[in-house]
């Protein structure tokens, strides 16, 4: 079936440089993605989304970024600080916008 | 603002126990409501959803049971909780059909013993 992925399980990143989480997706049809933070303990938080009629969206620090050629998004964080040590999750929507499936997810650890 | 609570934070019942979740959401009005299990290092499982009251749509059949009782109030139950309930459980809304984000609550820790 349709699913959304993740290409790596565990990012390692030294505190200030920047970190690009991946995420592939199957469904050709999709048309919105939306990127979560997961803080150990604690429920998903939205970070950003994105419109398939977009390439690029930034907001404070994060950009996403969409390839719809070969269905692939990406999350960049810039100047990776130790607060963004989380799972972080791709998603979309199915069945008529009523639920979302969930990549696998991908731990970031920031080491100062 | 919205707001979503969730209790208890955690809880730990022994097996053969029943079990009930309590999800609200505040600032808000006819929300979709969801249920989601996540079971350590992994992924999130949707449960159920419900669009309305008294609406509840099923993921996955399993021991738990779902309830909307009130537009803004989501509850999870079990008659009879099994080892293989164990898990953090998240609820979430969204603002209903015309929009795609879903936001989430804090979520219960829930250990069965």
């Known amino acids: 079936g349709e699913s959304v992925g993740l290409h790596l399980p565990t990012l390692s990143v030294q505190e200030g440089d920047n970190s690009i989480i991946n995420c592939a997706y199957s469904?050709?049809?999709?048309?919105?993605f939306i990127w979560y933070k997961q803080e150990s303990g604690k429920g998903p938080q939205f970070i950003i989304d994105?419109?398939?009629?977009?390439d690029k969206r930034q907001g404070q620090r994060v950009t996403v970024l969409l390839n719809k050629t070969v269905k692939h998004l990406s999350l960049q964080i810039a100047a990776t600080q130790p607060g963004d040590s989380a799972v972080y999750f791709c998603?979309?929507?199915?069945?008529?916008?009523?639920?979302?499936?969930f990549g696998a997810g991908t731990r970031l650890a920031v080491h100062p | 603002s919205q707001t979503i609570h969730q209790w208890p934070a955690t809880l730990v019942q022994p097996v053969g126990s029943p079990l009930s979740l309590e999800c609200t959401v505040e600032?808000?009005?006819?929300?979709?409501l969801y249920w989601y299990r996540q079971a350590a290092g992994r992924g999130l499982q949707l449960l159920f959803y419900?669009?309305?009251?008294?609406?509840i749509s099923s993921e996955v059949p399993q021991n738990l049971s779902a309830s909307r009782p009130q537009d803004r109030q989501f509850i999870l139950s079990s008659k009879k909780l099994l080892l293989s309930d164990s898990g953090f459980y998240l609820c979430?809304?969204?603002?209903?059909?015309?929009?795609?984000?879903?936001?989430f609550g804090p979520g219960t820790r829930l250990t069965v013993l």
């Open positions: 979430a809304w969204k603002k209903g059909p015309s929009t795609d984000t879903q936001y």
């Open positions: 469904n050709s049809a999709s048309d919105y």
């Open positions: 994105i419109r398939s009629n977009m």
């Open positions: 998603a979309e929507p199915e069945g008529g916008y009523n639920k979302l499936i």
């Open positions: 600032g808000t009005s006819n929300p979709n």
């Open positions: 419900s669009v309305g009251i008294g609406q």
